[in-house]
């Protein structure tokens, strides 16, 4: 297994009295996609902005493939891509000016066909790019902005609320460059709100809360927390168990309708239900939303941390 | 890769350019028109009305410097140090030298640093940008003096030696590269273009009638001293006197310890 792209160690950072990021420390795999969940003024940011060297740490230490971020930055900053969660474009400036003088700021030559396929999948015109950028919508400069980060193709991929923004059909086409890039070997490190997207493009979510990380987990571990939904409906009424298996939570009945949180294997409770006159029944899959909202608000710190990416 | 210090000069050039040649054009443009002013009074003997015409209190308070304006020369080379001259050019260096913070407070600079750069990188661009301008604009002014002295003036008129218009042109260059330094300094330091941009003005300005006062209210005279423009002396200039290049260093000092200063702040500061 390859060493970490990205290492966070005992991270902190205090603005004075308020404290931004406080002991944060996780490994982001070669390869992975990686999720940094957390509601606003969590840290998310504030950690970007430490890897690209535009924020200094207080305490702690912030490395990017071996290489520390704030010691030895042009080089660490060499090998990624950025999009900021707020691109500062100018807008007398055309898209293609724009696109043109951060190519040339990047370590990589860009390759103009690569550039033309991204431009292309995201469905930017060849006359949208003339433009001066104060014509653009809000949409149009986030996809300029993952253009300009990906245009390079950098071995890691710094993504700051990627699909703000951005129309059903874009953001679509988001995942799938995401996907892409993730087939080609690279890493990407987004920051997000949006839990069905984390859900369906990341192997890995890390979750902050007020500065401190509560949660790091594969995808489909934290999914298992929440234990699936199970929804019977009985052809008449059944009188509910003295007692139910393992790993089943009774949620509501009714005489003739059970409602279930199943954790684990379901062959128990198939097997109670075996016997009673079954008229349908309905097993919902946990969706991650369902156990992240829970962290946001929990206090207490989870105890469930891994350094293994989803396979 | 070519350096990303020339990159992003090149780009602020680019988007300064509009403003540079506009100026250029018109410092140029007023230069070229003292000549012939002085051509005229030259040509219907203002000049030896002129001194009678100012009140006796005034000339007591100018200094018999003021004669040295009622000039050819003096008339000339009034266009490298009248106010709105100082103004514009100091007010293009301060626009320039706060291009960082601009660069901040938009978030642009978060995706120029995000590249492969170093930080002081963002302010040698902005010193080769504000360089350059500066020297635009004295070629200009100086270009357009000599053009106008050499096409349209009488061949009998005093005409200013060269080397008193590059002393004028040298001298206006540093008091403006001297508040670039101070308003790079600023602009290193906070996050709004406005705040380091006014910061530095009201310091030019505050300086500027320090050293008027200075001028004219012994009691002041000391004081003055710590005014820039305390070194900024362009009437001995006109009376023939060399550059003062004691002068000349404390602006540039002065500068410099700006632009040292910008460096240092600037490569700890946070984005």
């Known amino acids: 297994m390859s060493g970490p792209a990205i290492r966070l160690e005992h991270l902190g950072k205090r603005y004075g009295r308020l404290t931004a990021l406080k002991d944060v420390s996780l490994d982001v795999l070669e390869g992975e996609v990686f999720g940094f969940l957390g509601l606003n003024g969590a840290g998310k940011t504030t950690t970007i902005r430490i890897l690209l060297d535009l924020v200094r740490p207080t305490s702690g230490r912030a490395s990017i493939f071996g290489a520390d971020c704030q010691t030895r930055g042009p080089e660490v900053r060499a090998q990624l891509g950025y999009l900021p969660g707020e691109p500062g474009f100018y807008g007398d400036m055309t898209g293609e000016a724009t696109l043109d003088l951060l190519g040339r700021l990047a370590h990589t030559r860009v390759d103009p066909a690569s550039r033309a396929r991204l431009l292309d999948r995201l469905e930017f015109a060849a006359s949208d790019l003339r433009r001066p950028m104060r014509e653009y919508s809000t949409g149009m400069k986030r996809k300029l902005g993952i253009v300009q980060a990906l245009q390079s193709d950098p071995p890691l991929l710094v993504l700051d609320e990627p699909t703000e923004g951005l129309d059903p059909l874009m953001q679509d086409a988001f995942y799938e460059l995401v996907a892409a890039s993730r087939q080609r070997g690279r890493t990407v490190f987004m920051s997000s709100h949006v839990l069905p997207e984390v859900e369906r493009v990341c192997d890995r979510i890390g979750l902050l809360r007020g500065g401190e990380l509560v949660l790091l987990s594969p995808v489909h571990e934290v999914r298992s927390l929440a234990g699936r939904r199970v929804r019977v409906s009985f052809a008449e009424d059944v009188t509910p168990p003295a007692s139910w298996p393992d790993g089943c939570d009774l949620v509501q009945t009714t005489p003739r309708v059970w409602e279930l949180r199943v954790h684990g294997a379901l062959g128990p409770v198939v097997s109670l239900l075996a016997t009673r006159p079954i008229a349908d029944l309905d097993v919902q899959m946990p969706h991650l939303e369902e156990v992240l909202k829970k962290y946001y608000s929990d206090s207490e710190r989870v105890a469930l941390q891994t350094n293994a990416p989803a396979s | ?271």
């Open chain 2, 1 to 271: 890769m070519r350096s990303a210090t020339l990159v992003l000069a090149a780009h602020s050039l680019r988007r300064t350019r509009p403003i540079v040649i506009g100026m250029a054009l018109v410092l140029g443009g007023f230069q070229f028109l003292l000549t012939q002013v002085a051509t005229f009074l030259l040509r219907s003997g203002g000049f030896s009305l002129m001194p009678s015409l100012i009140p006796d209190f005034l000339r007591q308070m100018a200094g018999p410097s003021m004669l040295t304006f009622m000039s050819f020369t003096g008339v000339v080379a009034f266009g490298y140090f009248h106010p709105i001259v100082i103004a514009s050019h100091l007010g293009l260096a301060i626009a320039i030298a706060t291009e960082p913070a601009a660069e901040i407070e938009t978030r642009f600079a978060d995706l120029t640093l995000a590249r492969p750069m170093v930080r002081h990188q963002v302010i040698t661009r902005t010193i080769v940008v504000l360089v350059v301008a500066e020297a635009v604009l004295l070629l200009t002014m100086m270009t357009a003096t000599w053009t106008g002295l050499a096409c349209c003036t009488p061949a009998d008129a005093p005409r200013p030696e060269l080397a008193t218009i590059r002393s004028l042109a040298i001298m206006l260059g540093t008091v403006t590269l001297c508040w670039g330094g101070l308003a790079l300094a600023a602009a290193s330091a906070v996050r709004r273009r406005a705040t380091a941009s006014g910061t530095a003005a009201v310091a030019a300005l505050a300086t500027y009638l320090l050293d008027y006062l200075g001028r004219i209210w012994d009691p002041a005279r000391r004081l003055s001293t710590l005014s820039p423009f305390h070194y900024f002396e362009p009437s001995s200039l006109v009376s023939g006197a060399p550059l003062n290049v004691r002068d000349v260093a404390v602006l540039l000092g002065i500068g410099l310890a700006g632009v040292i200063a910008s460096y240092a702040i600037f490569s700890r500061r946070d984005m």
